[in-house]
Structure formats: C-alpha cells, structure tokens
C-alpha cells in the first residue's frame, strides 16, 4: 500500500511520499486507469482482482440470458402436425418456467397458478426461485391473454381446471403460501388423505370436473 501512495503522490527528496494539493491530488487519481473511486459508505469497495472476476461472471451471465432469450423467441410460435403451439416464458417458480398455449384453447400453466377455493393465486411462495418475480410475470401473462382475445382452459400442473379467466387470475397478485389457512373448499377435485377413489377404474371411467364454474 506504501508502495502504492508513493506511485500516486510521487515522492519529495527523502523518498517519502510527497504533499499534493487537492487539485494535483484529482489530477493524479484522473491519470491512473487503475484507481477506480467507489463510496465507501454503500460498501463499494472490493480488490480489483474480484472486481475483475464479477464482471466477467456477469458478462457471461448476460451472454447466456441472451443466448436463452433467442432460443425462447425461436419457439414462441409452432405448428407440430397442425397443432398450433405458443410458448410464454413466465419466470418466478423457476427462472426458465414455460407455460402453453395450445390451438388457442388449452392453457398448460404448470406451476405459475394454484387454485384456491375462491380463485388462483401465485403458486406456493415456500417453492418459487423469486416470489416478487412469480407474482410480475402472472400479470403479464394476463395482459398477453387479453391482448390476444384468448379465454382458454386453463390446466394447472395440481389443481385441476378452469374455464373462468377471472377466476384463474382473481388474486394474481398474491402468493399461496401454504403457512396461512385458506378456506376449505369441499367441492375441490382432490384429497390429500384418502386417495381410496384414485382408482384405473375410475380414472378411466370420467372427466375430473373444473373449478370456478
């Protein structure tokens, strides 16, 4: 560090460094490219060598996001035999999350909405990658829908079905956190404790009815 200040002040006659004013002291800092001013107040100041390695983490970081956001707009839009599939990035669960549409009509949703009894909300908080994030891109999703002039079935990933579009995003703005109690819903498509009718038989034999209707 000694070293150092002698570089950036110069030194007087003993080999000390020497006495700047504020002045000459700005113009000395200005002339070094391997000074760089940081607050010290806002935890600024790292090694360069770290400085270094962030930067050139976050370069790659942004070279793979752009990398990932070509390849997503690649496949936004599909037609596999006559079947009609769009892709919408919605990320919060996961950072990569998709969710489906297909022929227009069919909504794989994943695990972006649970159904609650009185409508859908952001899937479970406890499980999501960025919850803020989540809650954002179920907005968006909306919006997207809308725009489109879309109403489809809306397939969760385990909550059932619905086919009322402002059921499925009624509390888009909240997380489902499994901490808080919600209202039973008696009429809901499953049951965590007795599973006695999750037979071939009947799993055959009908249609799991929607929710929300």
């Known amino acids: 560090m000694y070293d ?39 935890g600024g100041y790292v090694s360069k060598d770290k400085f270094d390695a962030k930067e050139t983490e976050l370069t790659g970081v942004k070279q793979q996001l752009a990398t990932a956001n070509t390849t ?27 969710v489906y ?36 891109s179920l907005a968006i999703l909306e919006e997207k829908l809308k725009t489109m002039g879309v109403k489809p079935l809306f397939i969760t990933g385990h909550t059932g079905w619905t086919d009322n579009f402002a059921f499925a995003f009624a509390h888009k703005d909240q997380l489902c ?15 965590a404790y007795d599973e006695s009718d999750d037979t071939e038989e009947n799993a055959k034999g009908g249609y799991l009815k929607g929710v929300g209707r």
Not at 74 to 79: L, P
Not at 182 to 187: C, E, I, Y
């Open 101 to 136: 549409l297909i022929d227009d009509k069919y909504l794989f949703t994943g695990d972006t909405i649970w159904f609650g009894a009185d409508g859908g909300y952001s899937f479970i908080s406890s499980l999501a990658e960025d919850n803020k994030l989540a809650v954002k």
């Open 177 to 191: 956190s499994p901490f808080k109690k919600r209202v039973h819903d008696p009429s809901a498509p499953y049951d």
């Open 72 to 98: 997503i707009q690649s496949y936004k839009d599909m037609d596999i035999d006559g079947i009609k599939i769009k892709c919408f990035l919605v990320p919060g669960h996961t950072w990569g999350h998709m």
């Open 4 to 42: 150092y200040l002698k570089a950036l002040f110069g030194t007087d006659e003993n080999g000390n460094p020497a006495a700047l004013t504020f002045e000459q002291l700005e113009q000395a800092i200005a002339a070094n490219k391997e000074l760089k001013l940081v607050n010290l107040a806002d």
